[in-house]
């Protein structure tokens, strides 16, 4: 009776433990193998995140750094003393770091390294970038305003000229001020038709405010003339001018290079100049009046804008770059070469 | 006197008939599960091959742009030239990665990527060390453009310093060809060049 039950039992068993084992090790060798994709594949996008995220906060920390000469002053941080823990500390977006240290080798070209850290979902990377001077003096716009003091309302007509014959591939954008490019936009249309921007021009800039009290301290150890230089017949003279205080223009004035006036720029006669234009106090065109430069206007804290009569800024690089010749013209700060360090 | 039929049924063996039908139902069943088991390990391979070779590709893609990326890198100021020649097969990227102001071609501040034709491979060269990056290429060909994106023709041979001096991106058109057959992983990477301008 045993015997006969025991034949007829058959293999099954066996046979069916083995099958669930081998099924049970391909399952675990492919769900480890699935996992170990995954897991790469999740690196991967962590790592690229990251370095979009550095990418990002490094355009960002530098659009943020002051226009000027050097970077002494972001190296040696808020109090101006080296050695000290605010050293070469920058603000940074949520997320990521940055500091900046002074590059090695030769003084010129101005430069400084700014080191960046940051960090995106499960990623980190740290990027060296070389920060230094843009190439173009100044910034690439007709109207660069410290604050909003300037945005008054247009009762004459004003002119912006943002293509400049010379630069064909990059024209001057119509403003630029420290503070959301949107409310420059707004202004500008809301002057509308008392503004005009005549195309092509780029859209108003976002950048840091005028270095003005150091461009004022450079033109005068540089021996600006203190006033004295705008003519009302033959060709002007190529000048470099500081003048303190508000300056009258009240027939024909004319001049060219650099025009700083440490106060009041006050026009009831024809003003018309070639080259850049400093108003500390800002600029008051008179009804019947006429302001008309080639080149661009920078304005200073608190300046007034008063535009009653006819106003013209138009663009013009080579009028920049002449006064730029007569004096170092600060500069935006630009990115020049980055590495990955980790 | 007369006995169980169905005790007897049970214990009276299998018959060779049921045998033979027995044998090739399990030889269909198992036919059917080693030709499933088969296609599923073909499929597998398939797909192990497919993901192989985009790796392959997005790897050099991602070698390729970590290269361009640090190109002139220049702490020092020394004037390091990102870009130390270039023409539709190969490029030499510079960088001075060490801040002593000096580029050493003999180190990795001296990056060289080629597509060769034969055996068709793309590959990356620091000083006498070459490193295989992605084989074999359907398709392997570097571009470079202007600041408007215009492209500045390398031609059959290499750009002069002065259209070097113009380029401000570089581009990578890789198809690297799988072992299977099948379309080839194709990656375009286009890639700034980071220079004061």
Redesign the interface.
């Known amino acids: 009776m045993s015997r006969p039950e025991r034949s007829r039992r058959g293999s099954a068993l066996p046979a069916a433990l083995a099958i669930v084992v081998v099924a049970a090790i391909a399952s675990a060798t492919l769900a480890t193998l699935a996992r170990t994709e995954i897991l790469l594949a999740r690196n991967r996008a962590a790592a690229a995140a990251a370095l979009a995220a550095a990418d990002g906060c490094a355009a960002a920390v530098v659009s943020e750094i002051p226009a000027g000469w050097g970077f002494d002053a972001l190296v040696l941080g808020p109090d101006g003393v080296a050695g000290t823990a605010d050293d070469g500390g920058r603000p940074a977006p949520a997320g990521c770091a940055a500091t900046v240290r002074a590059a090695p080798g030769p003084v010129d070209p101005a430069r400084a390294v700014l080191r960046v850290d940051a960090a995106a979902g499960e990623g980190r990377r740290t990027i060296d970038a070389v920060v230094g001077r843009a190439p173009q003096a100044g910034v690439p716009a007709l109207l660069w305003l410290t604050d909003t003091a300037a945005l008054a309302d247009v009762h004459g007509s004003l002119t912006l000229a943002g293509m400049d014959a010379a630069w064909l591939t990059a024209p001057f954008a119509s403003l630029a001020a420290p503070f959301d490019p949107a409310a420059l936009d707004g202004w500008l249309a809301g002057q509308a038709p008392s503004v005009v921007v005549s195309p092509p021009a780029r859209a108003p800039l976002r950048v840091s405010e005028p270095p003005l009290a150091e461009l004022a301290a450079r033109a005068r150890a540089a021996g600006a003339a203190p006033g004295g230089t705008l003519v009302a017949t033959g060709a002007p003279p190529l000048a470099l001018t500081l003048t303190a205080g508000d300056l009258h223009v009240t027939s024909l004035g004319r001049g060219r290079g650099l025009l700083f006036v440490d106060g009041l720029l006050d026009i009831t006669g024809t003003f018309e100049f070639s080259g850049l234009v400093v108003a500390s106090g800002g600029i008051r065109v008179a009804s019947a009046a006429r302001l008309d430069v080639a080149g661009e206007v920078w304005l200073g804290s608190g300046a007034t804008f008063a535009i009653d009569g006819e106003a013209r800024v138009a663009a013009d690089g080579a009028a920049l770059e002449v006064a730029d010749r007569l004096l170092p013209l600060p500069r935006r700060a630009v990115l020049t070469s980055m590495r990955d360090a980790s | 006197m007369s006995a169980n039929p169905g005790c007897r049924g049970a214990?009276r063996g299998a018959t060779l008939v049921e045998l033979l039908v027995g044998t090739a139902l399990a030889a269909l069943v198992l036919g059917a599960c080693v030709g499933a088991v088969a296609a599923a390990a073909r499929l597998?391979g398939a797909l192990g091959a497919r993901?192989e070779v985009e790796d392959t590709a997005?790897l050099a893609v991602e070698a390729f742009r970590?290269d361009v990326?640090?190109?002139?890198?220049?702490?020092?100021?020394?004037g390091?030239d990102?870009l130390q020649a270039a023409a539709a097969d190969q490029l030499t990227l510079a960088?001075d990665?060490d801040?002593?102001?000096t580029v050493d071609a003999a180190s990795e501040e001296v990056t060289r990527w080629v597509c060769a034709a034969s055996p068709s491979r793309l590959s990356r060269i620091i000083g006498a060390q070459s490193l295989p990056i992605a084989a074999p290429l359907a398709r392997c060909e570097l571009r470079y453009l202007d600041?408007?994106g215009g492209e500045i023709s390398a031609g059959t041979g290499a750009l002069s310093a002065a259209d070097r001096a113009r380029v401000r991106r570089v581009v990578l058109d890789l198809a690297v060809e799988t072992a299977q057959g099948g379309a080839p992983a194709a990656r375009h990477a286009e890639i700034a060049l980071?220079?004061?301008?």
């Not at chain 2, 990326?69 to 020394?78: E, K, Y």
């Not at chain 2, 980071?194 to 301008?197: A, K, L, V």
């Open positions: 214990t597998l993901a997005e970590f990326r640090r190109a002139g890198f220049d702490p020092a100021g020394a390091i990102p960088a990665l801040a002593d102001g600041d408007d980071r220079r004061p301008r």
